[in-house]
């Protein structure tokens, strides 16, 4: 089943869809009419001899340079090309169909007064899998991510490389296979197809969606870490948290009991302690909060993949074609920073069980470091090492770009969103807390199965969930009775995470929100 765009209504599912699932995308007829439109505006405006920004000027500085309508093809290559110089690691291939899927669609809208033609030979070329080849450095988030989008419009007029099949080749070899004509830009063009934020909302949604998966294997991960050092789940009641208010709080609440109900290690009341410690007991508020800024964000970025964002805007019915500045990526910046600093936040108290499960001064009666060999075997003591490290690096990467800003083309665009980079670093900031959540169930997993070892407790005291969850890892990772490459078991844990394979098992047995 096809994705079809109009510029109005793609949703964050739609975009996973083409970005990772390599699904067909198809340009609605309402939209064709709109781009036809708006480029026929745009014809008869250079016939007229108007002057408007970037069709018959230069571009940012050069904004007050007079260009010919016989250079206007030329001034359109030239922009593509002076403007692709991104630098870097190359973006993943699903950063760079979601971003291409993010420009057709804008485009798509018709407000921008690009050819049909030419956003159709972008969605060929999105059908065919042939993605340009985009580093990932070089946006300043302001006029848009112009050196990463220029990269894909490098592609889209047969220059530069691009990734076809497995391999790097050249953009025009690939397109010939494919029976894909490379566009030859007019007026307008080249604009309209590197000034926008799609980019960093690529980048950032795909993100957000991996986030609102993990912030439900946050909770299996506290739920099991609950099993192993006999949590109080009365901290959960719902009378508590709805005194509060928050619905992220409310819907961790929910989820813990849901995942513990039937558990025969934590219970309501535990004959050793009266109440738990705010890893374990906080968790409603604490994953909560990171909930309701995983909510804020998806309502953001579910705005902005619809959103105009080139400049200027072609306004055909108006008989207007106005220069603004819909390509700065502050409303991203702000959003994919707080959206960092929420995902951290997972990691940090994720880190801090781990502290728990592996302190023979914390971990309520459990071997120190998880081994019954103390000693000869270290068990998981660098285990937690390692999450600690990932947290504080994390602290670095959380600093908010978006209050950064420098000046650039001749201080004509003299305050920047950096949302780029915002992006970018979530995306960084993600893969730390999966890895670091991965050590905190592999923990976990290793507590339960010495409470048995130890004759204190049984694989058959799990609740339903967390035995699903349990029994599943098992599948996949053996309990530690002496040393191992630990490496090689916590890669098995960050793996089912990121597929959530983990989570399909839990919620083969309970539903959690």
Request: proline share 4%.
């Amino acid at each position: 089943m096809a994705v079809i765009i109009n510029g109005k209504d793609l949703t964050v599912e739609e975009v996973i869809r083409v970005c990772r699932g390599m699904e067909k995308v198809e340009i609605a007829p309402e939209a064709q009419k709109a781009v036809n439109k708006a480029r026929a505006y745009i014809d008869k405006k250079l016939d007229e001899g108007a002057i408007i920004y970037g069709l018959t000027t230069g571009f940012g500085k050069f904004a007050n340079v007079f260009i010919s309508k016989d250079e206007t093809a030329d001034l359109q290559k030239n922009l593509i090309m002076s403007h692709t110089c991104a630098l870097g690691e190359p973006y993943e291939q699903k950063y760079v169909r979601a971003a291409m899927l993010l420009r057709c669609n804008a485009l798509s809208r018709g407000f921008s007064g690009i050819r049909l033609s030419t956003i159709q030979t972008m969605v060929d070329m999105l059908n065919a899998g042939i993605h340009p080849v985009v580093p990932c450095k070089g946006s300043l988030g302001a006029s848009g991510d112009l050196a990463p989008l220029s990269c894909i419009a490098l592609g889209l007029i047969g220059m530069g490389n691009v990734e076809y099949k497995g391999e790097t080749v050249p953009a025009a070899e690939a397109m010939k296979k494919e029976g894909i004509t490379p566009v030859e830009l007019v007026a307008k063009e080249g604009l309209a197809l590197n000034n926008g934020t799609q980019m960093m909302t690529a980048v950032g949604t795909n993100v957000l969606w991996d986030a609102m998966h993990l912030q439900k294997v946050a909770d299996i991960a506290c739920a099991l870490t609950s099993e192993a050092l006999h949590g109080i789940t009365k901290a959960y009641d719902h009378k508590i948290h709805d005194l509060r208010g928050h619905q992220g709080q409310k819907d961790v609440a929910n989820n813990l009991l849901t995942l513990l109900n039937g558990s025969k290690n934590a219970m309501d009341v535990q004959p050793t302690k009266v109440q738990d410690p705010y890893t374990l007991r906080c968790i409603p508020q604490i994953h909560g909060a990171t909930r309701d800024a995983i909510t804020y964000v998806y309502g953001v970025v579910s705005k902005e993949i619809n959103a105009v964002t080139d400049n200027p805007i072609v306004f055909a019915d108006d008989d207007e074609v106005i220069s603004g500045g819909n390509f700065h990526g502050q409303p991203m910046a702000l959003a994919f920073d707080f959206l960092k600093m929420a995902i951290s936040e997972l990691g940090d108290v994720s880190e801090r069980r781990c502290e728990r499960l592996v302190n023979p001064a914390l971990s309520e009666g459990l071997p120190g470091f998880l081994t019954k060999h103390g000693g000869v075997c270290s068990g998981f003591m660098i285990a937690q090492y390692a999450a600690a490290s990932m947290v504080s690096e994390n602290k670095i990467y959380d600093h908010p770009a978006c209050v950064d800003s420098i000046p650039s083309s001749g201080n004509q665009e003299d305050h920047v969103s950096m949302g780029t980079t915002s992006a970018r670093t979530a995306a960084m900031v993600l893969d730390n807390v999966e890895k670091t959540i991965g050590i905190e169930i592999a923990s976990a997993a290793q507590g339960i199965w010495l409470r048995q070892e130890i004759g204190e407790s049984k694989i058959e005291n799990l609740a339903p969930a967390t035995r699903a969850a349990y029994e599943f890892i098992r599948t996949k990772s053996d309990p530690v009775d002496q040393d191992v490459i630990l490496h090689d078991e916590l890669v098995k844990f960050d793996e089912m995470i990121k597929d959530n394979s983990l989570l399909e098992a839990v919620e083969k047995v309970v539903t959690i929100k």
